[in-house]
Every structure is written in structure tokens, then in C-alpha cells.
């Protein structure tokens, strides 16, 4: 009678090359494991390659930078993943942004995100630590990820500007949230109301983006007329495979 024949784990095994042959993975009670590799974060979580990363200290925002029209050379955040020693691809999943001080004289808030096949940054924001979702997994990052106000070097000639979008029509208001997908059609173009009447938590889908070895992901946000900068608490999902 056919029968599958592999290994028990639960947990990931070395990774393998696209030419190898290697065995069916089950679970502890004989059920074959299997599932979407880019839908859902709890899949990729179990198998420890998902990642996410935070601003350090709760209720301490990151100052961004003024910047009243969009430049290629100004990023609020930018995600690389490694240039060598990981071949591997990030798949971007969310980014939440909390502003913590709204800064001053800005009309509406604009952004832009765009994926580039070079190192992008120069100087500037803050390196953050990233983390595995899952404790039981040991398996480390490959991604490089900065913050704040930050000055990156010229796009490269396969630069690709994928989505682009107004985050909010009207000047922010503190403990606003803006929460953006990458890929998840079923939670755009939402808005909720939260304690104020003032703050609003705005949810946008900027469709599916992919970067691999050496690749950039960066965020673009403006505010035409801003006087002063505002500063934001930070949350961002990633996995790698």
C-alpha cells in the first residue's frame, strides 16, 4: 500500500538547496506538514523565521525628519537584508506607526515605498535590535534595520517604486496610528476612531513586496508645509525564507 515516509519536526531543519532531496516533513501525530509560505504569520512563525522589531523604549518616540517634499535621499525606514552569508528573501509583512509628538504645520501625510537592489543608507536614525516571534527558535536574522531620520544614498538604476499613498489628509494628532500591510487586501482602506475624537487608527495594504540578498525596502514619508519634525513610536513584522 503507498505510504509517506519521512521525519517528525515541528521545528525547521537545516535548510536545504534547491537540487537536494530530502524528506517529507510530518508532525507528531503522523499529519504531513504543509502550508502557503507568504499568507499568514503564525505559519512562518512556527517555524521560526519571523522577525520584528520595535522602538527601544515605550512611550519614547523617534524623531523623524521635516521633509516637505519626497526625496529619494530621505527615508523614515529602511529595511536591507544582507548582502552575504544568507541567501535568503524578506518578505515585508506590516509596519505600524504610533506618533508620539505630532510636530507642527503639516497639512496631510504622504508616503512612498520602494524596494532597490543596493545598499541604501548613508547616515542618520537609529539601528534597532530585531527579535525571533518565536522563543523556542534560535534562528537569527539576516536583516539590517534603521529608523528615524535617516540619510540614504541615491537610488540605484533598478530602483522600484512600488505603492504610493496619502497615510492621513490633515495634520497628525498624537497617539494616532498608522498600521500599513504588505499583501493583506482584506484589512485596506479601513479607519477606526479611538479614545479621542481626534485620533484615529488609519490602516492602508501597500500589496505584496519581496527583497533578497544585498535588496533595500525603504519608506518615504513627507508633509508638505511642515514646520517642525514629528517623532513616532514604531512596530514592523518581517519574515525570511
Known amino acids: 500500500m503507498p505510504a509517506f515516509v519521512g521525519t517528525v519536526r515541528r521545528l525547521l531543519s537545516t535548510a536545504q538547496d534547491e537540487t537536494d532531496f530530502t524528506n517529507v516533513r ?93 545598499p541604501r543608507f548613508s547616515s542618520g536614525g537609529s539601528l534597532i535590535t530585531n527579535v525571533n516571534s518565536n522563543m523556542d527558535s534560535g534562528t537569527g536574522y539576516s536583516s539590517r534595520l534603521r529608523f528615524g531620520a535617516l540619510t540614504l544614498v541615491a537610488e540605484g538604476a533598478s530602483v522600484r517604486r512600488l505603492s504610493r ?3 492621513r489628509d490633515a495634520i497628525y494628532q498624537a497617539r494616532q496610528e498608522f498600521i500599513i500591510t504588505f499583501g493583506r487586501d482584506s484589512l485596506s482602506y479601513q479607519s477606526q476612531t479611538l479614545v479621542t475624537a481626534t485620533a484615529d487608527r488609519y490602516l492602508v495594504d501597500a500589496g505584496p513586496i519581496i527583497i533578497g540578498t544585498g535588496d533595500s525596502f525603504v519608506l518615504h514619508v513627507w508633509k508638505p508645509a511642515q514646520a517642525t519634525a514629528e517623532d513616532f513610536e514604531f512596530e514592523i513584522g518581517w519574515w525570511e525564507l
Open 26 to 118: 510530518f508532525g507528531r501525530y503522523g499529519e504531513l506538514i504543509e502550508h502557503p509560505l507568504t499568507v499568514g504569520a503564525y505559519a512562518n512563525s512556527m517555524q521560526g523565521n519571523y522577525f520584528k522589531a520595535s522602538n527601544p523604549t515605550p512611550n519614547t518616540g523617534i524623531l523623524a525628519s521635516v521633509q516637505t517634499t519626497f526625496s529619494a535621499t530621505n527615508g523614515l525606514l529602511l529595511l536591507e537584508a544582507a548582502s552575504a552569508g544568507a541567501d535568503r528573501q524578506v518578505v515585508v509583512d506590516y509596519i505600524r506607526l504610533i506618533v508620539v509628538g505630532p510636530g507642527t504645520g503639516t497639512t496631510r501625510v504622504d508616503a512612498l515605498v520602494a524596494i532597490d537592489n543596493i
Open 165 to 167: 499613498f496619502v497615510l
